[in-house]
């Protein structure tokens, strides 16, 4: 195959590759003296000087920039007198990334990467491998016949040709090379310093949050402030309404998120309690602790979910889930292109499968399709948390550009993420932020933007990574947004772990702030993430509960006066209230009075989160009068509320691209009793509440961190599912 008319197989159609001119790739032998290598690079004329050169030392690569000014024969001459340099053995092809940068290449090694049907044995594989001259070197442990081959000295054409004649064989589901590539991260650094409190100010001043839209439901409370330093400078968190959200959870421990990117450093005193587990992908063991200067993956698993409240740095969006850390990526020099590979981000993705992980972040891309790593993301989406499946969210890229969202955001696996500025604008060279290098790529399969401008979070510590101290403050990028977003996800399966994957992208997308213009756009997808909006439709049914005292009759004997009592359902099940009870009670625990609500059978609740519009069903008790104990001379009140209710589960995603894979229709019906309790005792006619206001979920139980109990209410524990909730008022 002649390397102008090269292509290869993503499902069945075919990618044309086009040889780069910038760059060749040297196949060095492992005994090599790498010095007189890069002499030698050092001394050809039509190549570049030698620190713009990378040692890819996995595969024994020299991968050499080209100086185009020098001409094309000079640039022929100086590759031809490489192939002369003791140690150098041959030169690998190198092709333009499609749709990418000049300095972002894929260099064709000898392996690749086949899907064998399920029918064909091992001897058969055995024997084609054999004919066409490769060997087996990786054999997947999820999937079956899912085999990573490398050519032998008898190979009967190059990986390209190989990959292809597979990829065509009846025996094949496909055939892939494993390129090695050369991609930009997707995050951007401001260098310019910039006033991050008044930047938070601006942010919490904008118009963003409301655009005149109503909530799914009426606003949770926030959660007690963390003491986390850095916390005024996180705009991000209260534009996202992240502490209105952690007023019913702040995360559960027994939730991962998995951060795929150039590995995380685990001793980060803001990160180190939160890691659950960690994986290398480029080395196939658990060591996945990042070089110095590779800081990205660190950022991104802070804005995740870095400890809150421990008096430290920042807080992450999900602060009491856990990390796993995947490295599938890092850069050989500060400054250099990712290097990765097509088998270590296949390998990473489902090693993340394999290891737990209920979300997977994705602050990374580019590139053309490939059908090995849209067939990991489908694994998630399939066999990950059980077969309920993993939520993959993914970097739409910074380019600016339109129809430019870049893969894994582009498979309809992936929820593509961009990012937002402190105006709720998407994240342009124009927008209001002033930051006129990057912008945000958009196109049809944005679901949602997220903050990606001026965000704090935890860096490599001492010189490593971005700055000079464990913190960074100017993180920019689609690839800040998309842990921000990934951070709700796991706020979302925290209330609801039950949630299938598709029922969390609906609750992601429908739950989203709408930007102008009204409804989903190719610019800001579904809108920016509201994490309040998401964690009221993951609970399921709530309550609002408005009382106030009053005294009636001669002896102004006491009486409750439910102002309002409502249950409603915010989410996407269809909910029947099977009963309620409202009881009061005296101080010694003695029934007062009762109320009994006994439908037979009760009406549904429609879904309160739908594509077209949320159906606004409740159940009222407005204006309900309860006997409470005493007089206005001396009075106390205690009331319980009791109520039982089935709920059904979604048949179908309400949201799901037209080109997505369809979902199993499946139908759950779950019975639940959960209770509310207020308890009030005075003694003083002047300590009369004027109104209570009791409104649920609540916040379940924090789990502690090493020396603090994160400033919790020790009472205030979560209906969601049986548990109860008790307020107790004491006045006088």
């Not at 950022?299 to 992450?316: D, E, F, K």
């Not at 737990?356 to 849209?374: F, H, P």
């Not at 689609?478 to 969390?504: I, K, M």
């Not at 319980?640 to 979902?663: M, V």
């Amino acid at each position: 195959m002649a390397m102008s008319d090269s292509f290869y197989y993503a499902d069945d159609h075919k990618v044309e590759l086009t040889p780069s001119k910038a760059y060749i790739a040297l196949d060095v032998e492992a005994e090599a003296d790498r010095e007189e290598i890069m002499g030698a690079v050092a001394a050809a004329e039509g190549l570049e000087r030698p620190e713009d050169a990378e040692v890819i030392e996995p595969f024994g690569i020299v991968l050499a920039r080209t100086d185009q000014t020098a001409g094309e024969s000079a640039v022929a001459a100086a590759s031809s007198d490489m192939l002369g340099v003791s140690g150098v053995r041959s030169e690998y092809p190198v092709f333009q990334m499609p749709d990418g940068e000049e300095d972002e290449v894929m260099i064709l090694v000898p392996q690749f990467r086949v899907q064998f049907k399920p029918d064909v044995s091992r001897e058969e594989i055995d024997a084609m491998n054999e004919e066409h001259g490769v060997e087996i070197v990786d054999e997947d442990a999820a999937l079956p016949n899912n085999y990573l081959l490398r050519l032998t000295e008898t190979a009967s054409h190059d990986a390209l040709e190989l990959a292809n004649r597979y990829h065509e064989s009846d025996r094949t589901e496909f055939a892939e090379p494993d390129f090695v590539m050369k991609v930009r991260q997707v995050s951007t650094v401001m260098t310019e310093d910039v006033d991050l409190e008044e930047i938070a100010r601006e942010a919490d001043a904008g118009d963003g949050n409301l655009r005149g839209l109503p909530d799914v439901a009426p606003s949770v409370e926030r959660a007690a402030p963390v003491n986390d330093p850095f916390f005024g400078s996180q705009w991000a968190l209260r534009k996202m309404r992240v502490p209105e959200a952690w007023g019913v959870t702040r995360g559960r421990s027994t939730l991962t998120l998995a951060i795929l990117d150039e590995g995380v450093q685990t001793r980060h005193p803001d990160l180190a309690d939160r890691i659950a587990a960690t994986y290398d992908a480029t080395g196939n063991d658990a060591n996945q602790e990042p070089n110095a200067w590779d800081g990205h993956g660190t950022a991104c698993a802070g804005i995740a979910a870095a400890t809150a409240n421990n008096g430290r740095g920042v807080a992450g969006v999900a602060p009491n889930c856990r990390i796993i850390a995947i490295r599938i990526a890092y850069t050989t020099r500060p400054g250099a292109n990712w290097t990765t590979t097509t088998s270590w981000i296949y390998r990473g993705v489902v090693r993340a499968v394999l290891m737990g992980a209920d979300v997977l972040s994705n602050s990374w891309g580019g590139g053309a399709y490939s059908t090995t790593i849209r067939r990991a993301f489908e694994y998630a989406r399939t066999h990950g948390r059980g077969g309920k499946g993993c939520v993959s969210i993914g970097a739409t890229g910074n380019s600016d550009r339109a129809n430019g969202v870049i893969y894994p955001a582009k498979y309809p696996e992936v929820l593509a993420c961009g990012a937002s500025n402190e105006w709720d604008q998407r994240k342009s060279r124009t927008s209001r932020d002033g930051e006129t290098w990057w912008g945000s790529n958009y196109g049809p399969e944005v679901d949602f933007v997220a903050p990606g401008v001026h965000i704090y979070t935890t860096d490599n510590r001492s010189t490593g990574g971005y700055s000079t101290g464990d913190y960074f403050a100017r993180f920019n990028g689609t690839s800040s947004a998309t842990p921000n977003a990934a951070g709700v996800a796991g706020l979302v399966l925290s209330v609801d772990p039950n949630l299938r994957q598709w029922e969390v992208r609906d609750i992601l997308r429908l739950t989203a702030r709408d930007l102008s213009p009204r409804g989903r756009d190719d610019e800001h997808g579904f809108g920016r993430v509201d994490a309040a909006r998401a964690v009221q439709a993951a609970a399921r049914l709530w309550s609002q509960v408005v009382l106030r005292l009053e005294f009636k009759g001669a002896g102004q004997e006491c009486y409750m006066r439910f102002r309002r009592f409502r249950l409603y359902n915010s989410g996407l099940n269809t909910i029947r209230v099977n009963g309620v009870s409202i009881r009061s009670y005296d101080p010694s625990g003695a029934e007062v009075d009762r109320f009994e609500f006994r439908p037979d059978p009760g009406g549904r609740m429609r879904p309160g989160l739908a594509a077209g519009g949320g159906s606004g069903d409740d159940l009222r008790f407005d204006g309900l009068l309860l006997r409470a104990h005493g007089t206005r001379r001396s009075w106390s009140y205690r009331w319980r509320a009791n109520w039982s209710y089935t709920y059904w589960r979604p048949s179908s995603p309400a949201t799901t691209p037209a080109d997505a894979t369809p979902e199993t229709p499946q139908m759950a019906e779950e019975s639940f009793e959960e209770d509310v309790e207020l308890v009030v005792d005075s003694e003083k006619p002047d300590a009369l509440p004027q109104q209570v206001v009791v409104q649920t979920p609540k916040e379940e139980p924090v789990e502690p961190t090493p020396a603090l109990t994160n400033g919790q209410p020790e009472n205030d524990l979560s209906i969601t599912g049986k548990q109860p909730v008790t307020i107790t008022i004491k006045m006088g």
